[in-house]
Each structure stands twice: as C-alpha cells, then as structure tokens.
C-alpha cells in the first residue's frame, strides 16, 4: 500500500453519492461538471473505532457509470466543517491531524464500468496514543478535466469520503447552550444552539412534537449536522405535519417545541423551549 499523508472523513446520506467537493467557482456551472463524475460511492461516511498500536483496515466501495473506462487520482486531506455546514479540504497537515498514520491502496486507479472497486486504506495509531478522535478524508478526483459554459478555466470534480476514527474511549457530550430563530433556505426555522464538550463529534436525532402560532400540530426533526468536539454549532429544526416527516412546512411564530433528543450511544436530553421571532 502506498503511505499518505491524509484523514478520516464522513457524511450523513446512506448508500448515495459521497459529498461533492468541487471548488466555489465551480458551482456556477451548475451539473455539467458533474454529468462528467460517473463515479457513485458507498458509504459516503466512514465511522470506526481502533486502539493504540493496532491497524484498522477498512474498504470504499467504488463504482463507476460511464461507458467509457474512468480515470480516478486520490489523496487524503485534513477537513474543516464551517459554520454553514460546508466544508473545507487542506492539503496541508493541520495541527493534531492524524493523517500520517493512514495509508491508502494506490493514488492513482482505472475502473471500468459495471463492477463495483472495493477501494482499500488503513488506520495504525502509535502506541501510547492518548484517547482522541481522528479525522481525515480520502479525496477523489477525475483525471479528466471539463469546461462548463460560462466558466473561464477546465474543471475536474471531487468526492470527499469523510472519515471518523474513535481511539480509545471516547464520546460527545452534547447539551442545549441556546436558542434562536434564523432564516434557512428562505424560510425562518427554530434554532438549537448544541455545545459538545466531550472528546468526539455527535450529531442529534429523534422527533420532538410543537405548537405554532395559529394553533396548528407539527413535528420537528433536528438537522444531522455533526457538531465537533469542543465545538458549538447551530441545528436548525424543520418542521413537519404530524405522520408525513418527508414534507417541510413553515412555521407561524412564537412556536413551542417539547420532547427529546438522543445523541451518541446512549445519551438524551429534553426539549422545552419556546422560539419567537
């Protein structure tokens, strides 16, 4: 195997295409540059445990669309997640990272179509390492380059597979440090402001049950955000009519919203707050 310099990534969507990762200018082009990625991942979010002095092996399973054979480059990276929940790629080790411990398959890979590619990369943490959860991503990219109307420079797509590696014991603390109301694709929503100070990365989930305004019953279902260690970071909830949890609806404030929410393993904290605007 060919030792990298990289880190573990992650993402939330089950069995789908891995995050997309092209440069900001590039969104501009809209999905030209993406018809030209015939490339679907699986899973698009990697999250492990390992111990002090002992390798975690693991497998990313690629598979390519195009007729035509894909040509792939890959690499790991440090990742940063903002506070609008995109994310940031850095080449450059950051401080603490874990990448010079992980080492993947091969840079460069042909895939043809059809049969998926069980894509392979390991994880040897030092002995001694102290507790600690290690993040990287293992990038993506084709080697073919494509101009998009109404761009001034060629383009390759990339896919970030996100991964988590939990050393040791470790685990989030999440609880509740505020809340707020903020507009979110155009539409005003109910804001938990979630504070981790625990020693991994956590991420909320369950149902809570709510009033608005005009008296109407709604559920709200939590943002699947992770929320870092250390880290404070803004959930928005979106609400839904009771029974059809794939339809989001807006929201008449002031609205209450009550229940709870599970976090990690086996952690949980209740819900009573009132949002108005």
């Keep these: 195997m060919t030792r990298a ?10 069995r789908a295409l891995a995050l997309m990762a092209i440069p900001a200018w590039a969104a501009l082009a809209g999905t030209s540059a993406q ?31 195009d007729a035509r054979q894909g040509e792939y480059t890959f690499k790991t990276a440090d990742w940063t997640l903002k506070p609008d929940g995109s994310v940031d790629f850095s080449d450059e080790l950051v401080p603490g990272s874990c990448r010079p411990w992980v080492a993947i398959e091969r840079r460069e890979l042909s895939i043809a179509a059809g049969k998926p590619y069980r894509y392979r990369f390991e994880v040897t943490p030092p002995p001694g390492t102290p507790p600690m959860e290690c993040r990287f991503a293992v990038l993506i990219e084709g080697k073919e380059h494509t101009t998009a109307p109404g761009t001034p420079m060629a383009m ?3 896919i970030g597979v996100i991964a988590y590696v939990a050393i040791g014991d470790v685990q989030p603390v999440l609880d509740i440090a505020g809340t707020t109301v903020k507009t979110v694709n155009g539409q005003a929503q109910p804001v938990l402001r979630i504070r981790n100070t625990g020693t991994a990365h956590g991420r909320l989930a369950g149902f809570l049950s709510g009033t608005d305004a005009s008296g109407a019953r709604l559920e709200f279902q939590p943002a699947t955000t992770p929320i870092m260690a250390g880290e404070t970071r803004d959930i928005a909830l979106t609400a ?32 009573n707050e009132r949002f108005a605007q």
């Design 35 to 65: 018809a030209q990625f015939a490339l679907a991942v699986s899973p698009p979010r990697l999250e492990l445990t390992g111990k002090p002095g002992e390798r975690v092996r693991d497998v990313i399973e690629l598979t390519h669309s």
């Design 156 to 158: 390759a797509a990339r």
């Design 240 to 271: 839904t009519k009771p029974g059809d949890t794939d339809t989001a609806v807006a929201v008449r404030f002031p609205v209450t919203v009550t229940g709870s929410l599970e976090w990690g393993k086996s952690g949980s904290f209740k819900v």
């Design 5 to 14: 310099i990289g880190l573990l990534l992650s993402s939330r969507l089950l």
